[in-house]
């Protein structure tokens, strides 16, 4: 499994892992991350493979896409020394899909740029 071509999810309810889902129909490598691990349990026994922080999802992944509850949960994955952010590498794509704040959306972006790291705001709803 190459870094480059794995891809991370963060969040897997709903709509976050049928999104999931698809990227590993594709063939793609998937790793992934949540709160609680038996959340994760049925992908890992589909051949995603763990990770135990944002920040090893990120060292393990060239691109990563989050969907998770709120803006406080946005701002704790993506900022800090063991978040995405700090811990993925310069070309790599980080996506937040979860409905969030802009001021917060615009602070992740500077801080992504700042370290040579692309980060995209693309929330979704299930309306």
Do not use: K
Not at 85 to 109: E, K, Q, Y
């Amino acid at each position: 499994m190459a870094r480059e071509t794995s891809v991370g999810f963060i969040g897997l309810g709903i709509m976050g892992g049928a999104m999931a889902r698809r990227v590993m129909a594709a063939g793609h490598a998937v790793h992934v991350h949540a709160r609680n691990r038996d959340r994760a349990a049925p992908f890992l026994l589909d051949g995603a493979v763990w990770a135990d922080d944002a920040g090893a999802l990120a060292r393990s992944c060239a691109t990563v896409f989050t969907i998770v509850g709120g803006p406080e949960d946005v701002a704790e994955i993506y900022l800090g020394e063991d978040g995405l952010i700090a811990n993925a590498a310069p070309g790599d794509c980080l996506v937040d899909m979860t409905t969030s704040s802009p001021d917060l959306a615009r602070r992740i972006a500077a801080e992504a740029a700042g370290r040579g790291v692309m980060a995209l705001d693309a929330p979704v709803t299930g309306g």
